[in-house]
């Protein structure tokens, strides 16, 4: 056998399962090969974030974006319903706040755009959340909610 690493060794085989043992002369071929199925699958949102950097042996998920985008692929991005419910819970929130009522109206409009199956960016609803929570200096963030400088 070629000199790998043994999370190496467990990917590849997990991939090729026992064409890994019979051609151990294509292991830098196979596993460069499994690498990118597994950022492909990632990229695609069919594998977890968690789970591909435990795979690709990386050490966060921060190292695996870079992977990412090392790579060309796109980020992952959370499921259509996952989206959707976020956003109903921000708009309800935000109905509560007197002061927040009209830019809970533009995120329930968001809502609104994924039940007629329209396109909404995700950094678009990202940024419009966090200009609302600048203009909210009353309510305090949760340890570990304060937004990045």
Not at 2 to 27: C, K
């Amino acid at each position: 056998m070629t000199e790998i690493t043994d999370t190496d060794w467990q990917l590849i085989r997990s991939v090729f399962g026992d064409m890994a043992y019979e051609e151990p002369h294509n292991h830098p071929s196979m596993l460069k090969a499994a690498r990118t199925m597994v950022l492909e699958q990632c990229s695609r949102g069919e594998l977890s974030r968690r789970l591909a950097a435990e795979k690709l042996g990386l050490r966060d998920t921060a190292d695996l974006l870079v992977a990412l985008g090392d790579a060309r692929l796109p980020m992952p991005q959370p499921p259509e319903d996952e989206v959707k419910e976020q956003a109903e819970t921000f708009a309800r929130l935000f109905l509560e706040n007197r002061e927040a009522r009209a830019e809970a109206k533009l995120v329930a409009e968001g809502v609104a755009q994924l039940d007629r199956e329209e396109s909404v960016g995700i950094d678009t609803v990202l940024a419009k959340a966090r200009a609302i929570l600048d203009r909210v200096p009353d309510v305090p963030p949760d340890p570990g909610d304060e937004l990045p400088e």
